[in-house]
Every structure is written in structure tokens, then in C-alpha cells.
């Protein structure tokens, strides 16, 4: 199942809305403050989730009064953040794919947690992509095809996110790489471009952030 959720950081309003009209999701689901971007939307969610401190009263109030409205509450004092929770919640109704927005903006700390919390897909075999209007941002840790028809934007930047990634390969790109291990404390894999009708991105070992970018 194709799974949004929307989460509490920077969501611009219009972005959102052909994101949810558009992006074909099977299940809509707030994560705490993320309910607020989908009530000035007037849009209902299937499922919200959290320990509800950051949400207006009155826009809980009024989910919770939805019938069809599923409220998975969490306490305030926990060991994960909403979105987390959320992620972990719709693996365990059998969400294949999960595409997050609201997951970067103004808190950097937030933002580094949700990329990290990109991980749980390659432990749960579960394809998951934080979206905003400038990028999308995913983890491999196996070879993937790039269709330049269908990138976010013109760069492609890649970052490890293990100590090392082993056995990197890059073929469609501008700048090719071949067998290559890639540490941490550098940048060459940043604005990278593709420049066939497809690129592929290989590694033998490690995990890999790929980040598509638009200014």
C-alpha cells in the first residue's frame, strides 16, 4: 500500500495540496502538527497519529469528532518522535511505500532525524522518500536505475551514511564513478547531473543518502 504522511515542518500549501491530490496514495496520515496543514486544506486524513502537543486543540478536537478517522495517540513522553511513530505505524498496516512531507524545515535536528529514520525502509524492505518543494531524499543500500524523465531535479547529490560505501559505480552521470568508496568528512558526490536517459547507481557495501535537488 502507497502510504502518505504529512508531518509537522515546512509544508507551503499549494506543494502539499498536488501532493496529496496528486501523488495516487492509498492512505493519508497526519503526524501531530501535520494536521494542521490538512485542516486549512480542508482535507481529511485517514489516520492521525502522535502525542498531540503540538497541534491546535481545536483542529484535534475536530478530527477526533471524524468517525472515519482512525486516532493512534502516543504519550508525550516517549522514546520517538511522531513522525517515527507514523512511519512505524503504517510498516504495521502493510505500507509498501511511504512518501513524507513536512519532514525538513527550520528545526535541523528534525530534519537529521528523519533522514535517518529513512533506515527503518531498508529494514523493512519498505521504500520511503522525504519530499518538500526543492527536494527528495531517499537511502540504498542497493544498485538503483535513475529515468532522467522522471528525477525532482537537476542535481543529483549522493551521501554516505554509513562509515564507508563500498564499490560505488556511476554510470549516465556527468561525472562517472567506478569502484569507488566513499567516507565520510567529504563532498565529492554533491550536484552530481544525469546525462543519459538513465543512470544507475551501483555499491557492493554500506548505505547511500541520494538526494534529487532543485534550486
Not at 485542516?39 to 484535534?60: H, N, Q, T
Not at 564499490?167 to 558526490?189: A, I, R
Not at 547531473?193 to 544507475?200: C, K, L, N, W, Y
Amino acid at each position: 500500500m502507497k502510504y502518505l504522511i504529512v508531518s509537522g515542518g515546512e509544508i507551503p500549501d499549494e506543494f502539499a495540496k498536488q501532493v496529496v491530490l496528486k501523488g495516487g496514495y492509498e492512505v493519508v496520515m497526519a503526524a501531530d502538527h501535520g494536521m494542521e496543514f490538512l485542516y486549512r486544506a480542508k482535507i481529511l486524513p485517514d489516520i492521525i497519529v502522535g502525542d498531540f502537543d503540538s497541534v491546535d486543540e481545536e483542529i484535534l478536537d475536530y478530527y477526533r469528532g471524524q468517525q472515519q478517522i482512525d486516532v493512534c495517540a502516543r504519550p508525550t513522553e516517549k522514546d520517538d518522535t511522531d513522525t517515527e511513530c507514523a512511519i512505524r505505524e503504517a510498516i504495521a498496516r502493510g505500507a509498501k511505500e511511504i512518501t513524507i512531507i513536512g519532514g525538513t524545515g527550520t528545526r535541523i535536528d528534525h530534519m537529521l532525524g528523519n533522514i535517518a529514520l529513512l533506515g527503518i525502509g531498508l529494514e523493512e524492505d519498505v521504500k520511503i522518500a522525504l519530499l518538500d518543494l526543492h527536494n527528495r531524499i531517499r537511502m540504498i543500500d542497493r544498485p538503483i536505475t535513475l529515468r532522467k524523465s522522471e528525477q525532482y531535479g537537476k542535481y543529483i547529490s549522493l551521501i554516505p551514511f554509513s562509515d564507508q560505501v563500498t564499490g560505488v559505480t556511476l554510470t549516465g552521470m556527468k561525472y562517472p564513478l567506478e569502484n569507488y568508496t566513499m567516507s565520510g568528512f567529504g563532498s565529492l558526490g554533491v550536484s552530481n547531473e544525469i546525462v543519459e536517459p538513465e543512470a544507475q547507481i551501483s555499491l557492493t557495501g554500506g548505505r547511500l543518502l541520494i538526494m534529487e535537488t532543485r534550486d
